[in-house]
């Protein structure tokens, strides 16, 4: 049942696997894409409160979500690189700092932009808005602390212990400024139940779109982390075959 | 020899660590002094960067004296592994026999007595000449006593991090300061909750279970990130 987990330590099986699977997560993602942006854009209905403006919601919840999700599944990474050195979750490691730090950074803008219409404001110092804005300076410590260590097997050490002491910070951080100052709306609880006012119209094309940007966040570190084995196993014979052959 | 090496228990080491990184602070007094002075000019900075005026000052007092020792703490960060990965010592504490928890433990509290604790200690004098409510004082004494240790024991975890950098400084900072925020949080809000009539037990409670909690787990991440800078 282990050799599924001891494939992944070979860069080339993954590199060969995910190339097979990278048509298929593509066309899904595309499938659930299209589907949920012309459901959610054109035939939503309105919010009775926000309008149009509510429909930011379909971009704003499914990045948000990657943004608060990556951190722990870049520590589980850093744990499995760090435990069993696995060169290939290192790779995940690297490239999974960069896409985080955009998706946070998305987050917060996407999040402005709904701000503006509903709180009046571009930005409020608000616990979950904080908390981001933290995150994604770890982040960027984290890519600096990488690119700095110079040594391959030091940085893919220390950016794992730094993911793992950094998500458990991340939600002491989370608490911590959400204590100090909320103004953000709590997460809705959407009904299976047509007459309520969340009912499956508004969250069905949610959830589309919630997959869709996942689909789209595991095809980004999946692309990232073949370029990253690419790079490693440049003098590698079956990387070179694979560059004369194209 | 070996068998007095070997006689060596955890308690001893532990000690023998605590006094040699003391002794090496009181021979170096400019190390000593220099965050202890850096302190006192970054909180100066603020009244004459703001506002002279007793009403606002006292709004921001707690806030000033809380960041002013937050960044204090960070300039003194790299003495804490600096000298001792130069002069190849760090090595030899790798290599000890005893557990090396204990021996990150140690000089993390020589390095917060060395340069947090001279700071808790005047913040009681800044806080007056930041026209800080009288009351108020014993508060933001207390959670800066609880507090500044954190302070220590997370900024060791990033100078372990970064010890055999070149360009440390702002890396160190970057790494560090996000991972203080809930420290400054609690010990901001402690202050201001309780000039609203708050109690003050759950913020010391609050600022106690930190430092535990950074008592217990920083010192391995620590010591985790040696090992790996010194390869």
């Known amino acids: 049942m282990w050799t599924w987990f001891h494939r992944l330590g070979s860069p080339k099986w993954f590199y060969e696997i995910s190339g097979r699977w990278l048509p298929w997560l593509t066309a899904a993602m595309l499938l659930f894409l299209a589907v949920g942006v012309v459901w959610a854009l054109l035939f939503v209905p309105q919010d009775y409160q926000q309008g149009l403006t509510n429909r930011i919601m379909y971009v704003h919840v499914p990045v948000a979500s990657i943004s608060l999700a990556f951190f722990p599944m870049m520590a589980v990474a850093g744990t499995v690189s760090l435990v069993w050195k696995m060169k290939l979750a290192d790779m995940v490691v690297k490239v999974a700092a960069p896409l985080g730090a955009w998706f946070t950074a998305l987050a917060l803008a996407s999040g402005s932009i709904w701000g503006i219409d509903t709180w009046g404001t571009w930005w409020v110092w608000d616990g979950r808005l904080t908390s981001l804005l933290l995150q994604f300076f770890l982040l960027i410590g984290m890519i600096s602390l990488r690119s700095a260590l110079e040594d391959g097997d030091a940085a893919a050490k220390a950016c794992a212990l730094f993911s793992i002491v950094g998500s458990i910070n991340v939600v002491v951080i989370k608490y911590s400024v959400d204590w100090w100052n909320t103004l953000h709306q709590p997460a809705t609880n959407f009904t299976a139940d047509p007459s309520q006012p969340n009912g499956p119209e508004i969250w069905v094309p949610l959830l589309l779109m919630v997959i869709a940007v996942y689909l789209f966040f595991i095809i980004s570190v999946i692309l990232s982390t073949r370029n990253e084995i690419l790079y490693r196993e440049r003098r590698a014979q079956w990387v070179e075959e694979l560059v004369s052959q194209s | ?231």
């Open chain 2, 1 to 231: 020899m070996v068998e007095t090496a070997a006689q060596t228990s955890t308690a001893q080491a532990f000690l023998a660590t605590l006094k040699r990184d003391l002794l090496i602070a009181y021979k170096r007094k400019n190390d000593m002094v220099n965050p202890f002075m850096f302190f006192l000019i970054v909180a100066t900075l603020f009244p004459i960067g703001i506002s002279p005026e007793p009403e606002r000052l006292s709004e921001i007092a707690a806030g000033v004296l809380w960041i002013s020792a937050l960044l204090a703490s960070l300039l003194a960060m790299d003495n804490l592994y600096r000298a001792d990965y130069e002069d190849g010592s760090l090595e030899q504490l790798l290599l000890s026999p005893h557990p090396l928890y204990f021996m990150v433990l140690a000089k993390n509290i020589a390095h917060w007595l060395v340069s947090g604790l001279p700071v808790v200690l005047v913040s009681p004098l800044i806080a007056y000449m930041l026209s800080l409510p009288e009351g108020s004082f014993g508060v933001l004494f207390l959670t800066l006593l609880l507090g500044t240790p954190v302070l220590s024991l997370l900024g060791s975890i990033g100078v372990a991090l970064t010890v055999g950098l070149g360009s440390r400084g702002l890396i160190l900072a970057m790494i560090t300061l996000p991972m203080c925020v809930p420290v400054l949080i609690a010990g901001t809000l402690a202050v201001e909750q309780t000039q609203n009539g708050a109690s003050l037990m759950g913020f010391l409670a609050i600022e106690a279970a930190m430092l535990l909690a950074a008592l217990t787990l920083a010192p391995l991440a620590s010591a985790a990130a040696l090992r790996i800078s010194v390869n």
